[in-house]
């Protein structure tokens, strides 16, 4: 099938036994278990029980990809309406839109598949679209970097492979709280990569310590979830305890 931006498409169905091949590729029992802390620049910081640190950063091509397309939005808005040029303008913002779209599913399948396969435990922060909501930029680069899809994918993913997925009461300040203390850095800004704890005098990179926290959170709520709710899976329930 051809599109009229000249794309072609393909479509061909594969028989899969899903069930089968969950099974081939269950994760290991003991395989690591990590918090993810979620960033634009640094996509996400994955920590692993062990100390280990492992930095994704965001796609660059994806990066570039924006930056086109801003060009031929600036450059549709300034055709007349209508016109062919209008036309062309709009048909080729239209194509960056799917490029990028499919360059952005491809990052995304391809890092939570590997994640969901490697991991045993996995926690994530919830996000609070409420209070990103006051920064509008924010938010769009947020839903760009497709933080929610993320997370979703790695619902599902997690699901077929056997690993668990953990998230975040969506007020757990797992930034600013000192992972080694517990003291919480009131005065920490977006800006602020690496901060200084004020209690126990520690430097942190902001990201290890968030993914940390959030490792700390997940494995204290395992061992709650396992004594209260026994047999239950720890994801379904609240968390009990506030920050920790
Ligand atoms: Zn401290």
Same mark, same amino acid.
């Given at each position: 099938?051809?599109?009229?931006?000249?794309?072609?498409?393909?479509?061909?169905?594969?028989?899969?036994?899903?069930?089968?091949?969950?099974?081939?590729?269950?994760?290991?029992?003991?395989?690591?278990?990590?918090?993810?802390?979620?960033?634009?620049?640094?996509?996400?910081?994955?920590?692993?029980?062990?100390?280990?640190?492992?930095?994704?950063?965001?796609?660059?091509?994806?990066?570039?990809?924006?930056?086109?397309?801003?060009?031929?939005?600036?450059?549709?808005?300034?055709?007349?309406?209508?016109?062919?040029?209008?036309?062309?303008?709009?048909?080729?913002?239209?194509?960056?839109?799917?490029?990028?779209?499919?360059?952005?599913?491809?990052?995304?399948?391809?890092?939570?598949?590997?994640?969901?396969?490697?991991?045993?435990?996995?926690?994530?922060?919830?996000?609070?679209?409420?209070?990103?909501?006051?920064?509008?930029?924010?938010?769009?680069?947020?839903?760009?970097?497709? %933080?929610?899809? %993320?997370?979703?994918?790695?619902?599902?993913?997690?699901?077929?492979?056997?690993?668990?997925?953990?998230?975040?009461?969506?007020?757990?300040?797992?930034?600013?709280?000192?992972?080694?203390?517990?003291?919480?850095?009131?005065?920490?800004?977006?800006?602020?990569?690496?901060?200084?704890?004020?209690?126990?005098?520690?430097?942190?990179?902001?990201?290890?310590?968030?993914?940390?926290?959030?490792?700390?959170?997940?494995?204290?709520?395992?061992?709650?979830?396992?004594?209260?709710?026994?047999?239950?899976?720890?994801?379904?329930?609240?968390?009990?305890?506030?920050?920790?």
């Amino acid at each position: 099938m051809r599109e009229r931006s000249g794309r072609w498409w393909v479509s061909f169905q594969l028989e899969v036994d899903r069930a089968e091949l969950n099974e081939r590729r269950r994760v290991p029992g003991n395989a690591p278990q990590s918090g993810i802390d979620l960033g634009l620049k640094t996509f996400a910081t994955i920590r692993d029980g062990d100390g280990n640190v492992e930095e994704i950063p965001a796609p660059k091509p994806l990066r570039r990809a924006l930056r086109t397309l801003r060009r031929a939005n600036q450059k549709l808005a300034r055709c007349q309406e209508g016109s062919k040029n209008w036309h062309k303008a709009k048909a080729r913002v239209a194509e960056l839109h799917l490029r990028i779209s499919a360059r952005r599913t491809d990052f995304l399948h391809k890092l939570t598949t590997r994640l969901a396969r490697t991991k045993s435990a996995i926690a994530v922060e919830t996000l609070n679209v409420r209070g990103m909501a006051v920064n509008r930029r924010l938010a769009r680069a947020v839903t760009d970097a497709g %933080f929610a899809e %993320f997370v979703r994918q790695l619902e599902y993913k997690t699901a077929w492979y056997g690993s668990r997925l953990w998230k975040a009461d969506r007020w757990f300040a797992s930034s600013k709280t000192c992972r080694p203390c517990g003291r919480i850095h009131h005065g920490l800004v977006l800006a602020d990569r690496v901060w200084t704890c004020a209690g126990c005098g520690v430097l942190h990179d902001r990201d290890h310590n968030a993914a940390g926290n959030l490792l700390d959170a997940m494995l204290s709520d395992f061992a709650l979830g396992d004594v209260v709710f026994a047999g239950k899976f720890p994801g379904d329930v609240k968390r009990l305890a506030e920050t920790k």
